[in-house]
């Protein structure tokens, strides 16, 4: 293998970068030919472009299905994983990580469960579990290009702290020693529903791209994201789509914001798991059970969770999208949170614009370890 030269000018850069992405976004093989007629690029430069992306190991050739007799015919395809994404997800009381291949593909996943929660320094306990979770799977370490971490919180981007994180009460919090933690791998760290709503971008169709939405991430917090245009709306302070701490009802409980009636005092999956000391599986089968109780409380976090979908699409006109993991059993309750959005909708709306997102656990670690992903495609 022979790394990627850099090309005498930025044009012809860019012309092996076209031809890369354009095979990346090929569903199959793809020929020299295609390539020509679809970029509108001679064979000849064509062909020393794959010649340097095939030295470099990005691309390889294989054989199409199609033959016409004779020798087959060859198609290229990008080498997925030769260079690999780490996505870390950290919340109250869990380290998730995930590493993708260039495709996003998952290489590994694990979960860890951290008993009375996460030190405040956060950098030790992610330290710890990155090293275990690189050593277990065997990832080769060369082949990583960075690792992203999700926080729920909002993030001070010119003090690199965490300003505030109500679901892991954290304030003023300086993400110094999360950063050495991960050496020395590059480090990018976000707001867990801005990468998690765009985990959901990414995986729509360039139909459904197209359509700005609205992004409820329901975990042990709330919150969110506005992607608008193929981008994510972060706010002037970077604080938009702060749901959760939205006012559902005036006067109502107790939020871990210090403020009453949030939609996360509602909606946390705390509320119905370890404020009444039980799994969320353990949670869900009793209300499947008809007990009275988990009933009532279920019922209690759709409706409110309605007034602020509802509430959302008020301010928004778009459509809204369900993730995180509570998220993971909405589908049977889907029907029931239309008909009470519906209710509250002025306009008549039927509800269906509400949808689930297609990986409520995955989402945010997927939309992070995008980031260094969409670099690399980048720099090519
Ligand atoms: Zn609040």
Redesign the pocket.
Do not use: K, Q, S
């Given at each position: 293998m022979k790394p990627l030269g850099t090309p005498l000018t930025e044009r012809r850069r860019k012309t092996r970068n076209r031809i890369f992405k354009f095979i990346y976004n090929s569903e199959e093989p793809v020929s020299k030919q295609a390539m020509a007629l679809e970029l509108g690029l001679s064979l000849p430069t064509i062909h020393q472009n794959v010649s340097e992306l095939l030295e470099a190991g990005l691309i390889k050739a294989v054989e199409t299905q199609v033959s016409t007799g004779g020798r087959p015919p060859v198609g290229y395809v990008v080498v997925n994983n030769v260079r690999i994404s780490i996505g870390v997800s950290i919340t109250t009381n869990h380290i998730r990580l995930l590493a993708s291949d260039l495709k996003l593909n998952q290489l590994a996943e694990k979960s860890v469960r951290k008993e009375g929660g996460i030190s405040a320094d956060l950098g030790e306990d992610v330290k710890k579990e990155l090293e275990l979770f690189i050593e277990e799977n065997k990832l080769d370490r060369d082949r990583i290009l960075g690792v992203g971490i999700t926080i729920p919180g909002v993030l001070d981007v010119k003090k690199d702290a965490v300003l505030l994180s109500?679901s892991m009460r954290l304030e003023n919090i300086s993400l110094k020693s999360l950063r050495e933690g991960c050496r020395p791998y590059p480090v990018y760290i976000e707001n867990d529903g801005n990468c998690a709503g765009y985990a959901e971008w990414l995986a729509m169709s360039p139909q459904e791209r197209k359509k700005s939405f609205a992004y409820i991430l329901l975990e042990n917090g709330v919150g969110g994201t506005f992607f608008i245009n193929g981008k994510t709306y972060s706010g002037v302070n970077h604080r938009s789509g702060e749901f959760?701490?939205?006012?559902v009802q005036p006067d109502g409980p107790q939020?871990?914001?210090?403020?009453?009636g949030?939609?996360?005092?509602y909606c946390s999956a705390m509320r119905f798991t370890t404020d009444i000391d039980k799994s969320i599986e353990e949670f869900f089968e009793l209300v499947h059970k008809g007990d009275p109780a988990s009933k009532a409380l279920w019922d209690d976090v759709l409706k409110h969770l309605a007034i602020g979908i509802n509430n959302i699409r008020m301010v928004f006109d778009g459509d809204v999208l369900l993730g995180g993991f509570v998220s993971e059993y909405l589908e049977e309750y889907l029907p029931e949170i239309k008909s009470y959005v519906a209710e509250r909708n002025a306009f008549g709306d039927s509800g269906d614009f509400v949808r689930l997102g297609k990986f409520p656990r995955k989402a945010g670690m997927m939309g992070i370890a995008w980031h260094f992903i969409n670099d690399y495609i980048e720099s090519i």
């Open positions: 109500p959760g701490h939205m006012c939020c871990n914001c210090g403020g009453r949030c939609l996360e005092a």
